[in-house]
């Protein structure tokens, strides 16, 4: 079983930045897809970013390209979204998700999620 637990939401300005972390707990990230997903209010979650825990390659979606970063920490078990230059359209409740790739099935594992509030 994997347990993730996100943290660093909060409220910025436009052009702000903030930086989230999920810790992941439980077994090994080696053959993990880890994503952060967003859902704003009323709106589908999508996802935002994704890093290959053993490879470290990584997918951006088009809106966050250029402005945000995926990185882990393979030492603490950690993935981290730099998110720079925000925007009010970013405002929304941010998921960590993971998914094993040997096994497959979709996003199986979810953190309980951290607000993001980007005023304009």
């Known amino acids: 079983q994997v347990q993730l637990v996100e943290a660093g939401g909060g409220l910025t300005q436009a052009g702000g930045s903030l930086r989230l972390s999920c810790a992941a707990s439980?077994?090994?990230?080696?053959?993990?897809?880890v994503g952060w997903f967003r859902q704003a209010p009323e709106k589908e979650r999508r996802l935002v970013a994704s890093?290959?825990?053993?490879?470290?390659?990584?997918y951006y979606s088009d809106p966050v390209k250029g402005r945000f970063t995926i990185s882990r920490e393979i030492a603490k078990n950690t993935a981290f979204l730099q998110m720079n230059n925000l925007k009010p359209e970013d405002t929304a409740i941010y998921y960590c998700?993971?998914?094993?790739?040997?096994?497959?099935?979709?996003?199986?594992?979810w953190g309980q999620g951290t607000q993001v509030t980007v005023s304009s």
């Open positions: 998700a993971a998914v094993d790739t040997d096994l497959g099935g979709g996003w199986k594992y």
């Open positions: 439980g077994r090994s990230f080696d053959r993990y897809l």
């Open positions: 890093v290959m825990w053993s490879s470290g390659a990584t």
